[in-house]
């Protein structure tokens, strides 16, 4: 990253906050590339056998024995930033792994749905919206598809059943990369940009809380239920395929497992799409013009992944990209003009965001 900040021209004359990890002892900085390598070497011998690691819970707990590395095993001082710099960000994210499984339930009181299965026993049920997102794939890109909506054109030309391709396994990690992104930018900040960490947590929260009560509001099908209950014909579920046939496992977490907080119809917006634009829009004048492009390569990778894995429709694509501009300059606009410290309480952030001064 450069030294620009954005819309802080007063950030060149101002002292830097210190990283947490930039005060440790003498010796844990002699630690530290040990510790680095170690954590390493154990990413790589647990991912062999277990999986890549898609569970809040499992990545979390190697974010935080990163940043143990990061502070050579300074347990004091590992413990004094877990504690004030990232159990806001982590608390709020688990809550929303717990709470994204009931919010459909809100929306359903509200309209009258059709109810929908979510597996082939049809078993399972959900109530949603399906039919105003995938018509307005086909009214915006139908004169391109024939009249389909893209995930149906991009499977009739690409999908072979049973068969591998090799743009199937491409996607895999472009869509496995959603879960470790947010946090490895947060990491990132942390330890080079401490001036900019709080409000990238802040900007994380808002982006997740306005999905989720939009999640509440309004409980959406993506394609793949669509084809499964007749609104479009058989939608593969490309990612998850590759995932079984390749054998490539992924850890995930107890939350995920629980039927109770699974929630298939949260769709609109994609936060995997809003992710990923949230990171390019923050970071813009962080980062140098190439960098800039492989951002904006991965947003359109990210959005060929969901669409044509069956998982969004790219309405829902351009719904996250706009949830995530609100929360880059809504954030960015509430500490600029509120003048909230980069190091301040998450108390006073919160005060400063509801209420002002």
């Not at 949260?266 to 923050?282: C, D, E, Q, R, T």
Request: aromatic share 14%.
């Amino acid at each position: 990253m450069t030294d620009t900040m954005t819309g802080s021209a007063e950030g060149s004359t101002r002292v830097r906050p210190l990283s947490p990890w930039q005060s440790i002892s003498p010796e844990a900085q002699a630690r530290r590339r040990r510790w680095f390598l170690g954590v390493g070497v154990l990413f790589v011998v647990v991912s062999i056998p277990f999986g890549f690691p898609t569970g809040r819970d499992v990545i979390t707990a190697w974010v935080l024995l990163l940043l143990l590395a990061a502070c050579g095993g300074e347990w004091r001082t590992w413990w004094r930033s877990v504690v004030h710099d990232w159990l806001p960000l982590i608390g709020v994210l688990f809550l929303y792994d717990l709470l994204r499984g009931a919010a459909d339930e809100v929306g359903a009181r509200f309209f009258d749905l059709p109810e929908l299965i979510r597996d082939e026993a049809g078993t399972r049920t959900d109530f949603a919206h399906v039919l105003p997102q995938l018509r307005a794939d086909e009214v915006l890109f139908g004169w391109f598809t024939g009249g389909q909506v893209p995930t149906v054109w991009l499977q009739d030309k690409l999908y072979v059943a049973g068969d591998v391709q090799w743009y199937d396994a491409v996607i895999v990690p472009v869509y496995m990369s959603h879960f470790l992104v947010p946090m490895a930018l947060a990491v990132a900040l942390w330890t080079t940009r401490y001036d900019l960490f709080r409000r990238y947590v802040w900007t994380l929260v808002v982006l997740t809380l306005l999905t989720l009560a939009t999640y509440a509001a309004f409980p959406a099908a993506p394609p793949w239920m669509a084809g499964l209950n007749g609104y479009l014909p058989e939608v593969a579920r490309v990612t998850s395929e590759t995932l079984q046939a390749t054998g490539i496992g992924t850890i995930r977490s107890a939350v995920a497992r629980g039927e109770a907080y699974a929630n298939a119809v949260a769709a609109i917006p994609s936060l995997h799409s809003g992710v990923p634009a949230m990171v390019l829009l923050f970071t813009w004048q962080l980062v140098r013009p190439v960098t800039r492009v492989l951002l904006v390569l991965y947003i359109l990778a990210m959005t060929f992944t969901l669409t044509y894995g069956g998982e969004h429709y790219i309405v829902d694509a351009f719904f996250g990209w706009a949830y995530a501009a609100v929360a880059v300059y809504g954030v960015a606009w509430v500490f600029r003009r509120r003048g909230v410290s980069p190091a301040a309480d998450d108390a006073l952030v919160v005060e400063e965001l509801v209420h002002g001064r």
